[in-house]
Each structure stands twice: as C-alpha cells, then as structure tokens.
C-alpha cells in the first residue's frame, strides 16, 4: 500500500492523492471548476484569514494542499481549513499532518465517486468536523457536520439562494458565486 512518501518520490508535482494506499489522478479542473474554488477561497479568507484578535478571523485557509488523515490516505482537498484557536501556526511541510477542521470539494466527473464515497467515509471516520461539497452540474452546496454517529447534513442550498454555512456561518455566501454568477456591479 501506498502512502505520502511515494507521492514525494514521483519527478513531477502533478495532481495526486493516495486513496485506499493506491495513487490517484485528480480531474484537471475545468473553468467552472476553478472558478468555484477560486471564488470561495477567496470569499473565505478576506473574512476569516486574519490574525486570532481580527474580528471574523482565525482561521488558516488553504487550496490544493496534501493532507494526510491516515497513513494510506493523502488527499489534495480543493480547499482546506483550520481553526488557528487549535492550530495556531499555519501549517506547513508536504503532506500536511495535522486534521483539517474543515474541507471542501468541488465535484469533477470522473472524480465525483471519490469525493462523495471514499473521502467522505475516511474524512468521517477521522473526525474532520465539517465537510462541504459544492456540485456544480447539479447547483447544490451541501454542508456536512460531524456528529459521533457519522455526518449529518447540516445545509443543502442552491442557487438564488444565500445561507450562513457552518463553520462559517458569521458571513452570508451566495450560492450563486460558487456557480459562476458574477458580483453584481455596485454603483
């Protein structure tokens, strides 16, 4: 079985995760894609990636950072979090080794069973308190929070819609940016 130290080993830094101890190829993401993760990264760290007394702030939001829960699984989350109350140094080094507090994947098709399946049932069974998956072709954010009897959707919002989604439920997001809507221009 494989694990972080062979993803090291490989020449180039392409897009890959240990899964169940064999390597897998993320999706090359598509403009809708990135576009989503771009957006939402951005949204989530101008309010909560602030120093610990910031108002709104501690937390250390990352994109595309591996993350090893378990020795045979190192994944690649399209976005990533830690609460600097428990985290107080960002972290650091490949793969990263301490539990993210939360998690986001925005579903690629050929990857969708991974995100949905596999990486839930580990993320789950590790403890990550919230795990968010954003479907772009069906236009849903779907929230997940973990309970000591496994996840529990804790919001399922689509477009036109704006919500207060844990852990960052100190900000409206309008589920519409995560799908392409532009900012309406203000003037």
Not at 81 to 92: A, F
Request: hydrophobic share 40%.
């Amino acid at each position: 079985m494989l694990t972080a130290d062979d993803l090291l080993a490989l020449a180039d830094d392409r897009g890959r995760e240990v899964v169940h101890g064999a390597i897998v190829e993320k999706a090359a993401p598509s403009a809708e894609h990135a576009d989503a993760q771009f957006g939402l990264g951005e949204t989530l760290r101008r309010h909560f990636h602030k120093r610990r007394g910031d108002a709104g702030g501690g937390w250390w939001i990352l994109g595309e950072v591996e993350v090893e829960l378990e020795r045979h699984e190192v994944y690649r989350p399209d976005l990533v979090g830690w609460r600097r109350e428990r985290v107080p140094e960002r972290p650091t080094g490949r793969p990263v080794r301490v539990r993210p507090d939360w998690v986001c994947e925005i579903l690629s098709a050929s990857n969708a069973k991974h995100d949905l399946v596999t990486k839930f049932q580990v993320l789950q069974r590790c403890g990550v308190p919230h795990y968010w998956v954003v479907d772009l072709d069906r236009e849903v954010l779907t929230v997940h929070r973990w309970t000591e009897q496994g996840y529990l959707v804790a919001l399922q919002a689509t477009r036109g819609q704006a919500v207060r989604a844990e852990p960052f439920e100190a900000i409206e997001l309008r589920v519409g940016l995560l799908l392409g809507e532009e900012l309406e221009s203000e003037g």
